[in-house]
């Protein structure tokens, strides 16, 4: 199992949108607490690409936020989702931003958020990322809005 051997594979699993039964992606992030998501992109050189030189690694978080998967019907043509947020939640994928780049020879880490609108939520995420990033003086800390250009 899983939980015993720490290795899985697994290959793509599709989920019906709008109806049917839960992602099993999403189901199986919940019950082994896979909460960190690794995208590494990097730019391949002699290939072209619209933008050279990128070497990133993404790291989004796969538990929480709309991920919570909790929504409800209000009343017929009115279904609420909540995005939940939590301080243990935001330090662990913040720490674990931190470490990454440190382990991978990383300047900077980028937190990105919504908190000009999301006041409480993406303000506790940058609350706590600030605290995590003063952790770690050697890496440089930024912020983004999420669809700021």
Partial sequence: SLRETKIGLKGPIGT??????????VELRKRLDLYANF???????????????VDL??????????????EHMVVPGVVES???????????????????????????VTVVHKANILKLSDGLFL?????????????EYQEAIVDAT
């Avoid at 690694?57 to 998967?69: C, K, Q």
């Avoid at 609350?127 to 890496?139: F, L, S």
């Fill in 127 to 139: 609350e706590v990322a600030r605290e995590v990033a003063r952790q770690y003086p050697d890496i």
């Fill in 57 to 70: 690694i993404v790291i989004r978080e796969n538990t929480e936020g709309l991920y919570s998967g909790l």
């Fill in 82 to 108: 909540q995005r939940v947020i939590t301080e243990s939640g935001s330090k662990r994928i913040i720490q674990a931003a931190f470490k990454v780049a440190r382990n991978f020879k990383r300047k900077k």
């Fill in 16 to 25: 019906p949108i709008g109806t049917g039964f839960r992602s099993v992606n």
């Fill in 39 to 53: 995208r590494p992109a990097r730019s391949i050189k002699g290939l072209k690409t619209r933008h050279d030189d």
